[in-house]
């Protein structure tokens, strides 16, 4: 067991739990740059700035890059699912969401009986 282990479950719960976030910050995004393509883009460029800080302070530096280049061709398609899945999610949010309930303020009001 590796010392990371207690901390893998709540990891994975709350990987869980924000993914709706996710879903609903991208979706929101796309509307200040132009589209989910472009949203998707700037989830991809600030994520990529996060795990490479987050490499050197755990890792203490990057992979060489004949390592990286080793790899087989279909390592480089978790790249491709993860930009699918972002993308997808945020043109399909809107549709997930359904629709909006009323506020509170267009209910009728009700006059209770008083005792």
């Given at each position: 067991m590796t010392r990371l282990a207690p901390f893998l479950l709540p990891l994975a719960l709350a990987a869980g739990a924000l993914l709706p976030a996710q879903f609903g910050v991208n979706s929101h995004?796309?509307?200040?740059?132009?589209?989910?393509v472009?949203?998707?883009?700037?989830s991809f460029v600030v994520g990529m700035f996060v795990l490479a800080v987050t490499a050197l302070v755990v890792q203490r530096s990057?992979?060489?890059?004949?390592?990286?280049?080793?790899?087989?061709?279909?390592?480089?398609?978790g790249g491709l699912l993860g930009e699918f899945f972002v993308l997808a999610s945020i043109v399909l949010a809107r549709l997930a969401s359904g629709p909006r309930p009323?506020?509170?303020?267009?209910?009728?009001s009700r006059s209770w009986p008083r005792s």
């Open positions: 995004l796309r509307h200040f740059v132009g589209g989910p472009a949203a998707a883009a700037i990057l992979p060489p890059p004949g390592s990286v280049a080793s790899a087989p061709w279909w390592a480089w398609t009323p506020s509170l303020s267009s209910l009728p």
